[in-house]
């Protein structure tokens, strides 16, 4: 088990909208780097809005540890991320996580090479050409470097989608229902491709799907939902964690 990333103790957010209230708990999560973990359960029981918390884009109502290990000249810094700066956060976005949004977000008007390089270009990491095409090799996208994006499979755009968001090798990887828009084979060989890399770069990736076939027996850490209902109003939702057995 590698270094922890996240630490989140009794992390607590409330949204309200249209008159209705939804609240996630989650009273303890640990992930470490070189895991894959998924978060699994149906639509409207908060993955999105845990993804957006691990993504630094969603603040906490309330919190008892919320801590982020990323590396920084060369060791690990440790950053208590409840009430820290937008600045800070965005640095840490942008240097230490890669996301891989459903719907893939590719540029139309840049072919797949650029879509690749953008987010390194934005970080300011140099990319060396054996690093980028290593990366397409294991991705299968040799071959498609000059097209835009509509003129790949629906596939085609996700890998290339995993590719940008990996270029200037975070040490976190969060991938947004990366599987939803491509059919069952493909989604396994997504799904393969982002467990491969977590122990290839020693990243923690944290897949959400609401397709729980897709990740049973393979993700090290799984993040369910128990769902419950207060009032007309009112839905809460808490996190529990149950990992993958394993056969000594």
Do not use: W
Request: net charge neutral; hydrophobic share 40%; proline share 4%.
């Amino acid at each position: 088990m590698g270094t922890v990333v996240y630490t989140l103790r009794d992390v607590i957010k409330t949204r309200s909208k249209g008159g209705v209230s939804f609240t996630l708990r989650v009273p303890e999560l640990d992930i470490h780097r070189g895991e894959f973990c998924s978060v699994v359960g149906p639509s409207g029981c908060g993955k999105s809005t845990l993804l957006d918390i691990l993504a630094l884009v969603l603040e906490p109502s309330t919190v008892a540890r919320f801590r982020l290990n990323v590396p920084r000249h060369g060791g690990m810094e440790e950053y208590d991320i409840h009430g820290l700066p937008e600045n800070k956060a965005a640095r840490i976005r942008r240097d230490n996580i890669g996301y891989v949004l459903q719907s893939g977000g590719l540029l139309s008007f840049l072919t797949v090479r650029e879509n690749i390089l953008l987010t390194a270009q934005i970080s300011r990491t140099r990319v060396s050409a054996q690093e980028f095409d290593q990366l397409v090799a294991v991705l299968g996208l040799g071959d498609q470097l000059e097209k835009k994006p509509q003129y790949l499979s629906g596939g085609q755009r996700q890998r290339v989608a995993v590719a940008r968001a990996l270029i200037h090798r975070p040490g976190i990887i969060l991938a947004d229902e990366p599987t939803a828009a491509v059919d069952y084979p493909t989604a396994l060989d997504i799904r393969d491709e982002l467990h491969h890399l977590a122990r290839q770069m020693d990243a923690a990736v944290i897949m959400v799907t609401h397709d729980r076939s897709l990740v049973e027996g393979v993700a090290d850490v799984q993040v369910n939902f128990t769902v419950r209902r207060l009032s007309q109003t009112e839905v809460e939702a808490t996190t529990f964690v149950g990992q993958k057995e394993t056969v000594a």
